[in-house]
């Protein structure tokens, strides 16, 4: 297997990461706004703060993939 | 969500939607190209440029001239990209002051005595040439300040408004940037930062803001080519950097105690925590400038990418597929323009919160 071909597969293993990591944020977030709707506003933005948080771990696979491929 | 709101989202569906039906168009018509390379592309729409490329009419490319400015070791020296007629494989050789020059790869290079063409050793230094200091007003510097324009001229004219309309009532393009900057104030700056401190960091986090959005927006209008501002990581490296100094600068007592000495901790601890802390210091603007990079190059990537399956399958039964799928991802790309401005700006924002917050008692 070529390093492209590795690459490829570590930002495929990237994506599984931050899918789970902002899965995970989505769904307790959605959650609380359930059991707390006046929480809304504060809830979404702490939600998108942390999705933010687990993606820029996850993209800093895709660069090193980008650079390698 | 009213009549207007739902046209105007109309609109811009149906506007990009054409866009990109013109931007396959215009792959299509070179058919003497042997084989489609969508990798290289991709990467010369996300690359930037020494020329402004607009569109290939009948194979004849329709592109902006814009000035190369080299500091060679002879002097400045300066003329327009289009003295190298589109070529950028490093045959057209361009004569200044005595002095050759070819472009390859978008790397401009000056050549000695009596080479034709740039020649590599095997590490991929030039053996027959130098690389002169490249100052040149490319399609990205070009574009920050065509951006920076249309940000002045909307600003300056809401401003204007003001003083025009009776009590403060916000009419025309305020109407509009009002809402943006009270939810910066409001939803940003206050909470982050904290009631007393915000006001002073109010004019840098508004500009960040709607400077991020704006070039992110210009990076989606397939008209513009790619004009890729927002996903060079130098761009996004002078961005973090401002916050980064910002932060440093703002510092006070508490927030460098909390990363020498951390209070409430034991001591073998606080000794442990030390180095963490001083590498925080510089993974958080580092975090900031890929994170804005690599998230709008990703988008021009798959987007292109969806676009390009059409020519490497080569037949036309993909197109409605890969259309209808580079539609939808430019829709979501739309909001990340607006997502992305909002996390660096909040982000920034947390930083400075922390740099200035008080101690606890």
């Known amino acids: ?69 | 969500m009213t009549v207007s709101t739902v046209k105007n989202v109309l609109f811009s569906v149906l506007f990009l939607t054409i866009s990109f039906v013109g931007f396959a168009k215009e792959e299509t018509e070179n058919p003497e190209k042997e084989k489609f390379d969508a990798k290289e592309m991709i990467m010369h729409h996300v690359k930037d440029a020494h020329e402004f490329h607009v569109i290939d009419i009948n194979d004849k490319a329709v592109s902006i001239p814009l000035p190369i400015i080299l500091y060679t070791d002879n002097g400045l020296v300066t003329f327009m990209s289009n003295e190298f007629h589109h070529d950028d494989s490093g045959h057209h050789v361009v004569e200044k002051d005595g002095m050759k020059f070819v472009k390859l790869h978008e790397k401009i290079y000056q050549l000695n005595g009596n080479a034709h063409a740039v020649e590599f050793d095997a590490e991929h230094h030039p053996t027959n040439a130098s690389t002169p200091w490249d100052l040149s007003i490319t399609r990205n510097v070009f574009m920050m300040w065509v951006s920076a324009i249309v940000l002045l001229l909307i600003f300056v004219t809401a401003a204007r408004t003001y003083k025009k309309s009776e009590g403060n009532v916000p009419t025309g393009i305020a109407g509009f940037v009002e809402p943006l900057i009270v939810f910066v104030r409001d939803d940003i700056a206050r909470p982050m930062i904290g009631e007393h401190k915000y006001k002073k960091y109010m004019p840098y986090l508004l500009t960040i803001f709607f400077f991020i959005w704006i070039n992110n927006i210009f990076g989606l209008i397939p008209i513009l080519n790619g004009a890729n501002l927002s996903g060079n990581i130098a761009f996004t490296m002078v961005l973090a950097l401002f916050t980064f100094i910002i932060t440093t600068v703002s510092g006070n007592k508490n927030y460098w105690k909390h990363i020498f000495w951390m209070p409430g901790v034991p001591v073998p601890m606080k000794l442990f925590l030390m180095p963490i802390e001083l590498i925080g210091i510089f993974t958080k603007p580092i975090s900031l400038m890929i994170r804005l990079f690599a998230n709008i190059t990703a988008g021009h990537i798959i987007i292109l990418a969806l676009m390009s399956l059409i020519f490497i399958f080569e037949t036309v039964l993909i197109a409605p597929v890969s259309v209808a799928f580079s539609l939808f991802i430019t829709v979501i790309e739309i909001v990340v323009t607006a997502i992305q401005a909002y996390i660096f700006t909040i982000l920034s924002a947390l930083y400075f919160g922390m740099a200035t917050e008080e101690e606890h008692h």
């Open chain 1, 1 to 69: 297997m070529t390093i492209t071909g590795i690459a490829a597969i570590g930002a495929g293993l990237a994506a599984i990461g931050a899918g789970v990591g902002i899965g995970k944020i989505g769904g307790s977030a959605m959650e609380a706004m359930a059991r707390q709707p006046e929480m809304h506003g504060k809830i979404q933005t702490s939600a998108l703060i942390l999705a933010a948080f687990v993606e820029a771990v996850a993209l800093f696979g895709v660069v090193v993939a980008l650079l390698q491929g």
